[in-house]
């Protein structure tokens, strides 16, 4: 039976300047080693839930409820070395998410470079190039030495997966990692985050993608969470009338 790796209960996220509940009493778990997906519209709680969980919460915000990655509490005082170390995120703007003066691979390296003070220099550079081939990139030296703005967003994207994966995460989270890429690329990276053989939380708004990538699925809306399921079964028999919906708005060939 698969380790349960992390657990989130009844976790709400309110924002008492507007009076407004953004998640309201979510509950769910995410085994060792399984993709499972958050899927829901723009605005349905998808960013905030994996903000949570990666303890990156807006400031005017209040968490209540009970998030534990291996049996341990994060909250209310969460736990900064688990960030990056234990749990790393993918996100979908690969373009902001890197600084546009320093050179991708310095950046990558720096993300090494927190948890392995232990390296040289040589070993710590030689890690980022490696990872760089393990994720697909074609000419690791020539992505360490561009400039964000020099690469496509694809290789943006597979260095952002490189940041994530190179410090051996047990949880990536891969925040709409693939909403801004074409359908070609868009299928290299869901082969790619699949074949890392890692415990992936995935939230997309297209059930589409879902369908390539994910094990279980959990359906969201307006902060809560309307259905749970297999990948097979929201597909050959959604419950919930929005998952249908989303069903019907995936385009037909």
């Known amino acids: 039976m698969s380790q349960k790796l992390l657990e989130i209960k009844d976790l709400e996220i309110y924002f008492p300047e507007n009076d407004f ?3 309201k009493s979510i509950s769910f778990d995410i085994n060792e080693g399984e993709i499972l997906a958050l899927v829901g519209e723009s605005g349905s709680g998808k960013s905030l839930t994996a903000g949570a ?3 990156l919460n807006p400031l005017n915000s209040v968490i209540q409820g009970q998030i534990s990655y291996k049996g341990q509490e994060l909250y209310p005082d969460y736990p900064e070395k688990l960030r990056g170390k234990h749990i790393a995120m993918i996100p979908q703007d690969t373009l ?6 320093f050179r991708v691979g310095e950046q990558v390296y720096e993300a090494l470079d927190i948890w392995r003070k232990d390296l040289s220099k040589e070993e710590k550079k030689a890690i980022v190039l490696k990872t760089f081939a393990d994720v697909g990139i074609a000419d690791p030296e020539t992505c360490y030495q561009a400039y964000p703005h020099e690469i496509s967003g694809g290789m943006r994207q597979r260095a952002m997966i490189a940041m994530a994966v190179i410090n051996e995460p047990d949880i990536i989270i891969a925040d709409e ?8 690329v868009q299928a290299l990276i869901l082969k790619l985050l699949k074949d890392l053989n890692k415990t992936i939380l995935f939230i997309t708004h297209d059930l589409g993608v879902v369908a390539e990538i994910a ?13 749970e399921a297999d990948v097979y079964s929201i597909f050959e028999k959604p419950e919930h009338d929005y998952t249908k919906e989303l069903l019907a708005s995936i385009p037909r060939i």
């Open 53 to 55: 969980i990666i303890g």
């Open 96 to 101: 902001s998410a890197l600084n546009p003066v």
């Open 215 to 227: 094990d279980r699925v959990l359906v969201m809306r307006h902060g809560t969470i309307l259905e």
């Open 21 to 23: 509940k953004a998640l």
């Open 177 to 184: 990692a693939t909403t801004a890429l074409d359908v070609t």
